[in-house]
């Protein structure tokens, strides 16, 4: 391996639980996605609710050199479970790592947990404006059953409609 190929690199991720120290990284990527942005209070008192699990996207390829540096955190999924109804939070991927696959795999990730937690359907709510995230979640088999009117409020003040989508995990 080169020199250059150590600093260099492109990174690869690998999919594992969310922890609770993993949350700074985790909070800066809500905050390149969503406006009002969750800080890491927020994040850290959902995932310590027992019924709250989350994963993230970590480079598994860093070159990286104790207390100096960590490994890049590509995005995060944040979901709960309870009375075997699963509900999908939030999920981020930062947008220099999108359209790589790392939006599927996190969920991926969530409903197969969510499925291990006796989870018989999932829920969600989307901007249906939002074309990158309905399109996962529809490419994920999700339908639309619901539909909450004038529920998002966007940046020129217009109002959008929230889509209520379901995923049955049979
Ligand atoms: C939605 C989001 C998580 C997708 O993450 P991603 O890693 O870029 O998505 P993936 O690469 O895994 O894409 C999986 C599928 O989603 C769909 N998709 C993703 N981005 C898309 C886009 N920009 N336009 C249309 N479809 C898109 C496609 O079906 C894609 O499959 P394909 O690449 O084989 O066509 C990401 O765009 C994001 O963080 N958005 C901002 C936060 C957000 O909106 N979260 C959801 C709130 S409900």
Sequence with gaps: MSLTDYFVRKPEFEIVALKTADLPQAA?????????AWS???????????TVF??????????????ISQPLVGGFVLSRVAAGEAEILTIGVD?????????WRLMRAALREARDQAAETVFLEVDETNTAAVGL????????VGERRAYY??????????????????
């Design 54 to 67: 989350g994963f993230i996207a970590r480079q598994s390829n860093a070159y990286t050199r104790p207390f």
């Design 40 to 50: 890491d209070g927020e994040l850290h008192s959902l995932l310590t609710q027992d």
């Design 137 to 144: 979640y529809r490419k994920l088999g999700f339908a639309k």
């Design 95 to 103: 947008p220099r790592f999108s359209r790589l696959g790392l939006g």
């Design 153 to 170: 409020q966007g940046v020129n003040g217009a109002k959008t409609a929230a889509l209520v989508m379901r995923l049955d995990l049979g």
């Design 28 to 36: 800066a990527i809500h905050k390149l996605r969503f406006t009002p």
